[in-house]
Each structure stands twice: as C-alpha cells, then as structure tokens.
C-alpha cells in the first residue's frame, strides 16, 4: 500500500507558476498510474492531469492542456505537477492519488489518495 504526501501550494499571482510535490512512501510511483485532482470551494472535486506506470502517456483537463505538466521521477519516488500561467480560476485544493492499473481520469478509480495543498491564484 502506498502513501501519499503533496507539497508545494502556496498563494501565487496570476500568471505566475509552482510546482506542486506528491511524495510517495510504502512503495514506488511506477507500480501505480497517478493523477491531480483538485477541488474549489464550494465545488466538486475535479480531475486535472494523469500519468500511466511507465510515465509515457499523460492526459490532461481540456482546463489546464497546455498550461499544466505532469511527471514522475522514479528515482526520488515523487509525482510532479508545474503549473504555469495560473489563473484565478486554478485556486483550489490539489489532491494526488494513485491506483494500481493503467491511465485513469476518474476519481473513483483512485484507491490511495494524499490529504491535500491548497494553491491560491491572486487577481
């Protein structure tokens, strides 16, 4: 079973960029297809970006294509997500999960989740 850490949010300006963490611990990030999610206030939590195993197929909100990118480094067992060119529209709570399988984009198909960083994009 594997454990999740996310780090990294932080209040930003718009336009501006981070790079949030998930640190994995228990086992490692390519035995697991792992995906962003995030959730707003007052909002549905939603899915942001996914990566397989391997990390050779990625997929991504049509919210956040071409702004986001997600990867893995094996190595430091760790799942990355920079995000650049924020917009106030991106604050929100951003959770990674993990499942052991293929590419998944579906927030029921996650069984290990972290607990959470909030990112806030000011105007």
């Known amino acids: 079973q594997v454990q999740l850490v996310e780090s990294g949010g932080g209040l930003v300006q718009a336009g501006g960029s981070l790079r949030l963490s998930c640190a994995a611990s228990?086992?490692?990030?390519?035995?697991?297809?792992m995906g962003w999610f995030r959730q707003a206030p007052g909002k549905e939590r939603e899915f942001v970006a996914a990566i397989s195993r391997s990390g050779g197929a990625t997929v991504y909100a049509d919210t956040v294509k071409g702004r986001f990118t997600i990867s893995k480094d094996n190595a430091k067992n760790t799942l990355y997500l920079q995000m650049n060119s924020l917009k106030p529209e991106d604050t929100a709570v951003y959770y990674c999960a993990a499942e052991l399988g293929g590419l998944r984009v579906r927030e029921y198909e996650y069984a290990y989740w972290g607990q959470g960083t909030q990112v806030t994009v000011s105007s």
């Open positions: 228990g086992r490692t990030v390519s035995d697991y297809a």
